[in-house]
């Protein structure tokens, strides 16, 4: 039996599913970036 835990952290993979430009590539995302600019975030993206 394993005892690995579900979160490997992966730098390039975080980027590239939750990075700034994987949300400016969709519209969604887009909307995403604009709410948390709205909101005052300090981080619009992973």
Known sequence: ????????PKKRKRATTHGFLARTSTTS???IVQKRRRV???????
């Not at 005052?40 to 992973?46: D, T």
């Open 1 to 8: 039996m394993s005892t690995k835990r579900t979160y490997q």
């Open 40 to 46: 005052g975030r300090a981080k619009l993206a992973a």
């Open 29 to 31: 995302g887009r909307k």
